[in-house]
């Protein structure tokens, strides 16, 4: 079964729906603070994203430097490739979006 990492622990909002893509494992507690621990939390991330793989979720959640360590932690243990989860405030639900770093041949190829 797929994990949904989800990046900070939070009460305002309902993410129950995320349970249709997997299970769920937060990353960092409610109010992380990124910037008083920026290496322990790297390495709180790289722990518990060991085990990403292609099938798994991130659902950005929180603080912007820990989505974004998260998402770079992701990458790295996946080849460039990780998952999303979305939330599309009009259809009220989560979309899952592919993200793949190296693929050639699309717009966002790097030359």
């Given at each position: 079964?797929?994990?949904?990492y989800?990046?900070?622990?939070?009460?305002q909002?309902?993410?129950?729906?995320a349970?249709?893509?997997?299970r769920?494992?937060t990353?960092?507690?409610?109010?992380?603070?990124?910037?008083?621990?920026?290496?322990?939390?790297?390495?709180?991330?790289?722990?518990?994203?060991?085990?990403?793989?292609?099938?798994?979720?991130?659902?950005?959640?929180?603080?912007?430097?820990?989505?974004?360590?998260?998402?770079a932690?992701?990458?790295?243990?996946?080849?460039?490739?990780?998952?999303?989860?979305?939330w599309?405030k009009r259809?009220?639900?989560?979309?899952?979006?592919?993200?793949?770093?190296f693929?050639?041949?699309d717009?966002?190829?790097l030359?």
């Open positions: 079964m797929p994990t949904v989800v990046v900070s622990e939070t009460m909002h309902n993410i129950a729906s349970l249709d893509f997997g769920i494992e990353i960092l507690p409610p109010n992380a603070q990124v910037s008083f621990s920026v290496d322990p939390t790297v390495r709180r991330v790289k722990r518990k994203l060991e085990k990403f793989t292609d099938e798994d979720f991130l659902l950005l959640i929180g603080d912007p430097c820990a989505i974004g360590i998260c998402c932690v992701a990458a790295a243990k996946n080849a460039g490739r990780f998952r999303v989860l979305k599309d259809e009220r639900r989560y979309l899952p979006l592919e993200i793949d770093l693929k050639k041949g717009s966002y190829e030359d």
